[in-house]
Nanobody
Framework: VRLVESGGGLVQPGGSLRLSCAASGFTFSAYDMSWYRQGPGKARELVVSINGLSGRTIYADSVKGRFAISRDNSKNTVYLQMNSLNSEDTAVYYC???????WGQGTQVTVSS
């Protein structure tokens, strides 16, 4: 299993970013995918998950209405659209396959003016 995140960077408060996670080494469409994040001095936390077959999503309360997960099973890629970013969203964002216990290397998102 290989997960490669991209799309992180520095953004001003109120801005947007789109993260991508390219997956390989498993049958992508059959698996739930998740995004986690770990802020400075904080524990890693679940941001959102998406079911592999139904597309059903579960969001953390802190990102509801601002973040949107999507997946393209033809490209083996899961995305995280992040809008209305604030300083509390500063973290390393990780892609995860819950059933496989697999993690990407993470991509840094910094929200600062």
């Amino acid at each position: 299993v290989r997960l490669v995140e991209s799309g992180g960077g520095l953004v001003q408060p109120g801005g947007s970013l789109r993260l991508s996670c390219a997956a390989s080494g498993f049958t992508f469409s059959a698996y739930d995918m998740s995004w986690y994040r770990q802020g400075p001095g904080k524990a890693r936390e679940l941001v959102v998950s998406i079911n592999g077959l139904s597309g059903r999503t579960i969001y953390a309360d802190s990102v509801k209405g601002r973040f949107a997960i999507s997946r393209d099973n033809s490209k083996n890629t899961v995305y995280l659209q992040m809008n209305s970013l604030n300083s509390e969203d500063t973290a390393v964002y990780y892609c995860n396959v819950p059933a496989r216990g697999s993690w990407g290397q993470g991509t840094q998102v910094t929200v600062s003016s």
